[in-house]
């Protein structure tokens, strides 16, 4: 288990936090809905950075067993560059689900 995933989740998380509750107050929309979209938000990263810390080793072998790739011997900065860009993916979708469901869901702004 390495620990770089979960620092880089102690900045990355707020931050995603903080712009997500920013964008939804611009946007006028209920009190009650920019704290749960910016909590689920970052939630679902910190979450995202936290399984790619815990599962680590595991995650890099299945994206390449995904890609039909051999890996013959795995270097350190490949291992937690792989683990950034999986908790880094998981922010993308939870801040896209979030642009998705305030824009289009059933509690859309009109």
């Known amino acids: 288990m390495t620990l770089l ?3 880089v989740a102690l900045f990355v998380s707020p931050a995603v936090t ?3 509750y920013a964008d939804a107050r611009r946007r006028d929309l209920s009190q009650r809905y920019c704290t749960v979209a910016a ?4 939630l679902a990263s910190f979450g995202g950075f936290l399984a790619a810390s815990v ?5 890099f ?3 390449y067993r995904l890609l039909n790739q051999p890996v013959i011997a795995v270097t350190p900065l490949d291992l937690l560059l792989s683990l950034l860009c999986f908790g880094l993916a998981v922010t993308a979708l ?7 469901t ?3 869901g059933p509690l859309a702004s009109s």
Request: aromatic residues 10%; proline residues 4%; hydrophobic residues 55%.
């Open 102 to 104: 305030s824009r289009y």
């Open 61 to 63: 072998s299945a994206s």
């Open 5 to 7: 995933p979960v620092v």
């Open 94 to 100: 939870a801040v896209l689900g979030y642009g998705l």
């Open 55 to 59: 599962l680590g080793s595991g995650l």
């Open 39 to 42: 909590f689920a938000v970052g």
């Open 18 to 20: 903080a712009l997500v």
